[in-house]
């Protein structure tokens, strides 16, 4: 196996796949990425056995043929290269030689037919959506995902396919966080599944907000999405979301409003002096006025005051900062409102006039 691509065409594919390439592998070849040669192409392939990402760029092929390369490797050597230069590959006797101008190297390969490949589910459902949307989607709840769990079905993000109507929810049992965008879907019934976080941060990094066309494949415990010249499939998670609907507040007298950049930098100042492990902060909401409150145990204390448009009884409410800058992040608009009954219920937030998203805070003591 023989061809020569450009740097400027091999580096962008290489940052497609290489973001699944764990550093440590339980099996060696997990640690290559697969090679082969179609036509004036080639397909590149990565995969952990859980999501599998797939690119195919244009090459100069001299000899075709498959083989594997250590990623990070070729990824190390290709951003070192000086910009537009012509890499020569060449595969013979178990050892690939990479060359570019003066520089020469020798790298290992292993068979290719070792290489783990994800076979895709021949039935299942098929459609397309805005690729802005589905990044949009992801950007909205992704934070509140949960990071290894014992509830695994927690460690992933629920996508919930309607008619017409796509919803995605995250929690960690802390906080909620769900977002509906209406799409063009025709469905019969509602389809839940759960994608594993790995493959909703990878996601996250590969769209743009563009109105290209993105094609999914839903199988039971698979799917698959095509976006440009990336294939990406991925195993879901097996297991029963919870009933989220349920841990959303409807018993919610008390509504504030305030400008959300003003909260913002007040959190962050506060936060300095909050404790370490548990991140504590108290908002008091009284009429006209938002009263921040941290310490922590060497006696240390930091106050702030906002404006605030709230006409209830003087509240005060423990929360853990930064799952409110989270929210903060990831809420839209200049201004940001929150409902709550007491002190000790959960919190309500969302942009103002913002209904298709919905942020749940749990109270902490403090």
């Known amino acids: 196996m023989e061809f020569v691509v450009n740097r400027e065409v091999l580096l ?21 990425l697969l090679l082969v040669s179609q036509g004036e192409r080639m397909i590149m392939t990565a995969t952990d056995l859980e999501v599998e990402v797939k690119t195919d760029f244009a090459v100069d092929i001299q000899q075709a043929g498959q083989t594997t390369l250590p990623a990070r490797k070729l990824m190390d050597i290709c951003r070192s290269l000086a910009e537009g230069a012509e890499i020569r590959f060449r595969v013979k006797d178990e050892r690939c030689v990479v060359t570019a101008g003066r520089g020469r190297f020798s790298l290992g390969v292993l068979p290719p037919a070792d290489f783990p490949l994800m076979e895709p589910e021949s039935a299942g459902l098929n459609f397309s959506i805005t690729e802005g949307i589905l990044k949009r989607l992801l950007d909205k709840t992704a934070f509140a995902m ?10 992933g993000l629920l996508i919930e396919f309607g008619a017409a109507m796509l919803t995605a929810v995250a929690t960690d049992g802390h906080r909620l966080a769900k977002f509906q965008s209406k799409t063009g879907i025709v469905m ?8 594993p976080s790995k ?8 769209l743009g907000h563009t109105e290209d066309e993105v094609s999914i494949s839903l199988g039971e415990k ?9 294939t990406m499939t991925s195993k879901l998670v097996d297991g029963r979301y919870p009933e989220y609907e349920r841990v959303i507040p409807r018993e919610i007298g008390h509504l504030a409003s305030m400008n959300k950049e003003d909260l913002k930098r007040a959190l962050s100042r506060t936060a300095i002096l909050s404790n370490e492990k548990y991140r504590g902060v108290r908002l008091t909401f009284e009429q006209g006025v938002l009263k921040l409150l941290a310490h922590n145990p060497e006696q240390e204390e930091a106050e702030e005051e906002i404006e605030l448009d709230y006409a209830g009884e003087p509240t005060a409410i423990g929360f853990n900062v930064a799952y409110l800058i989270d929210v903060l992040n990831a809420l839209d608009g200049d201004e940001v409102q929150v409902r709550f009954q007491d002190g000790n219920s959960s919190s309500v937030w969302r942009g103002k006039d913002a209904e298709d998203e919905t942020y749940v805070v749990m109270p902490m003591r403090l």
Do not use: C
């Not at 962008?12 to 699944?20: F, I, Q, R, S």
């Not at 493959?199 to 590969?206: A, F, G, M, S």
């Not at 698979?222 to 990336?230: L, T, Y």
């Open 146 to 155: 949960a990071q290894q769990d014992v509830r695994y079905y927690l460690n």
């Open 12 to 32: 962008p594919a290489l940052n497609k796949v290489n973001g699944v390439v764990e550093r440590r592998q339980t099996l060696p070849i997990l640690g290559n």
């Open 222 to 230: 698979s799917f698959r999405i095509i976006v440009g010249h990336m």
């Open 199 to 206: 493959t909703v941060l990878e996601l996250r990094r590969q």
């Open 188 to 195: 019969d019934g509602v389809r839940q599944v759960i994608v």
